[in-house]
């Protein structure tokens, strides 16, 4: 196991690791243990009762946090005609069709997030094995293949963040920086443990909720009480 540097040892102290706060008292704690001499960013963790092996409890989707992220996401669009023009009017960074395909087959990633209109699909689709690893390949559970580019787009650029549920039934998500009000990270926070009891899908049996935390870039992780998630 790694040596924990001396300033993460000291923040680990004021977490009491058998407790699990409410979201208040969470964020308030997380915001006395990140000491860095940056603008942290803010990660929310849930662990759920679903077995990702099946399909039906597979859990992945996408929604706007009310406060965002805290980071401009640099998105691209792959798209022709109006819907090119669309794009580049609702402030997308990157606008195209081949061009932009071979610029990524030629090792370009410059940007945060792919969207591109279902016609493009059968040509973005052979940029699969370099999109699909880090994990930027457009998806219509995310919102991100679709004719409505202006939406998609100024969602995106307004805080929209994904989740997908991993081999170990966790999901972890942005919840902005440390330097946001307490009360716009817990409202952020809200909105995403919302959004996921409200994707629990009908085969999942037990808890669903089973538990949650926060952290900091890097500070340690924080419990929090998610029971009142779970009626």
């Known amino acids: 196991m790694a040596k924990r540097s001396k300033r993460y040892q000291e923040a680990a102290k004021l977490v009491d690791r058998s407790n ?4 208040e ?24 009762g679903v077995d990702p092996k099946k399909a039906d409890q597979q859990i992945r989707g996408a929604t706007v946090l009310p406060n965002g992220t805290g980071k401009t996401q640099r998105v691209l669009v792959f798209a022709k005609g109006d819907k090119a023009t669309e794009a580049d009017n609702a402030g997308a960074d990157y606008v195209g069709e081949q061009d932009l395909i071979n610029k990524i087959n030629q090792g370009w990633f410059d940007f945060d997030v792919v969207v591109a209109t279902p016609d493009m699909m ?12 880090k994990g930027l390949m457009p998806n219509p559970k ?39 009000d307490n009360q716009k990270l817990v ?24 538990n949650a935390s926060v952290t900091s870039t890097m500070g340690p992780g924080i419990k929090i009480d998610v029971s009142g998630y779970r009626s």
């Open 25 to 48: 008292e969470a964020i308030a704690l997380l915001k006395e243990t990140a000491k860095a001499n940056f603008d942290e960013t803010v990660e929310a963790a849930f662990r759920l």
């Open 122 to 133: 059968a040509e973005v689709g052979k940029l699969g094995r370099v999109l699909g690893p």
């Open 20 to 23: 699990a706060y409410d979201a």
């Open 187 to 210: 409202e952020n926070f809200e909105a995403i443990a919302e959004t996921l009891m409200k994707a629990k899908p009908q085969a999942s049996k037990g808890i669903y909720m089973r």
């Open 142 to 180: 995310t919102g991100t293949v679709t004719f409505e580019i202006e939406k998609a787009v100024n969602e995106i650029k307004a805080g929209k963040v994904e989740y997908r549920v991993d081999k170990s039934a966790n999901i972890h998500v942005p919840l902005g920086k440390i330097s946001f």
